[in-house]
């Protein structure tokens, strides 16, 4: 089973950045992988996705976030990115990551908080 962990987050002010790391035990280089976001009170939702590179590496964002992040990954190791720009603080929430499917078993996830 992979294990998946998240880091980058932390406190940061209205229009500031954060660059988020996922990195998995194993290979993940045929799954399409997602950041997930959960805020206090909130299901979990979906902000970005990339696919596989035999799919193009195509990316998707939910369109709260188009425009200000940009999701991308490593395959050599086993990593996956969100650079987060412009950030607000209706972002702030635990970030995770995950396969589209949400296959392995989630991580602790990484805080995000905005925040003047």
């Known amino acids: 089973q992979v294990q998946l962990v998240e880091s980058g987050g932390g406190l940061v002010q209205p229009g500031g950045s954060l660059r988020l790391s996922c990195a998995a035990s194993g290979s993940i280089r045929l799954n399409t992988m997602t950041w997930y976001r959960q805020a206090p009170g909130k299901e979990r939702e979906s902000v970005a996705s990339i696919t596989s590179i035999t799919f193009g590496g195509r990316t998707n964002y939910a369109d709260s976030v188009k425009g200000r992040f940009t999701i991308s990954r490593d395959n050599a190791k086993n990593t996956v990115y969100l650079q987060m720009n412009s950030l607000k603080p209706e972002d702030t929430a635990v970030y995770y990551c995950?396969?589209?499917?949400?296959?392995?078993?989630w991580g602790q996830g990484t805080q995000v908080t905005v925040s003047s």
């Open positions: 995950n396969t589209l499917s949400g296959i392995f078993s």
